[in-house]
């Protein structure tokens, strides 16, 4: 990006030369993340044993699992967005 800065000549222009370029101090990155929560209700069916072992890290009981899953979101924000009644549906 820098390099950019320089004229086709390789003099330095009104942005200095290479050497200035290159050796002014670098710009830290900074991320901010937001405070979040998330709270819900989780229901879920499939056809393994009760337990379902592939939410352990597990091996379906029989070849592969075929399942369904639904979530509600009740009192979860992040930031200051609340998420209040989101919904998801998920199969497989």
Sequence with gaps: MRLALLTQAGEGGENGSLSEILSKPKEKATM???NWSFTANYIETCNCDYGCPCNFNGLPNYGS??????????GSSTGGTLWNGSN???SW
Excluded: F, H, K, P
């Design 88 to 90: 998801g549906l998920a």
């Design 65 to 74: 699992c075929q399942a369904m899953t639904r979530v509600r979101g009740w």
């Design 32 to 34: 901010t993340i937001s």
